[in-house]
């Protein structure tokens, strides 16, 4: 019983092992991405990549939105940034047979948004700026250097800090 139990465990760390130093090249990237500040949009085998230069290039608009965490009261915030609808057009990605966004943390986190609700008008945002200051990196402390902010979500729970990467399914 104590050998298969020990075999089991082993099986079991060295699938660990494997996944975990297959995954690493994937959270290198992820870093270099949000060390870079660049997003990166893909859908199917087209990729790309957005610079914060790219970005900022795109109308830039200020919005308030309340951001609740940790069970503490909500915190009305000023965000600078740009419909994420937006650099999806701008990639010039034909989104007419797909129905799901997904949003990628460095920290591979996600969020799955309908593509509905990312082309209503002023909804979803790639944000860059709180407060009239940059969002910062993980490393730092920051929530950014991107982080997407849902204006309709009345407390911004759905919101991916750290964003890297957009994938439209």
């Not at 995954?23 to 949000?34: C, F, G, I, P, V």
């Not at 966004?101 to 008008?121: C, R």
């Not at 860059?128 to 990196?137: A, M």
Request: net charge positive; proline share 2%.
């Amino acid at each position: 019983m104590n050998k298969k139990l020990l075999v089991v465990i082993g099986v079991l760390l060295v699938i660990i092992g494997v996944t975990a130093y297959l995954n690493s090249d994937n959270l290198n990237e992820k870093k270099r991405l949000q060390k870079d500040a660049i997003v990166v949009l893909k859908m199917g085998d087209k990729e790309v990549k957005y610079t914060m230069d790219d970005v900022t290039s795109v109308k830039e608009e200020e919005f308030k939105a309340n951001l609740k965490t940790n069970g503490k009261e909500p915190i009305e915030y000023t965000y600078s940034g740009v419909e994420l609808n937006k650099l999806i057009e701008k990639a010039g990605f034909n989104t007419d047979t797909k129905d799901t966004v997904i949003t990628q943390s460095v920290d591979g986190y996600t969020i799955a948004l309908s593509l509905e609700e990312v082309k209503k008008p002023s909804n979803v945002y790639v944000v860059y700026k709180r407060e009239g200051e940059g969002l910062g990196t993980k490393e730092d402390g920051g929530k950014g250097p991107y982080m997407t902010i849902i204006r309709e979500d009345k407390f911004s729970q759905r919101r991916c800090k750290y964003l890297t990467i957009v994938e439209i399914k």
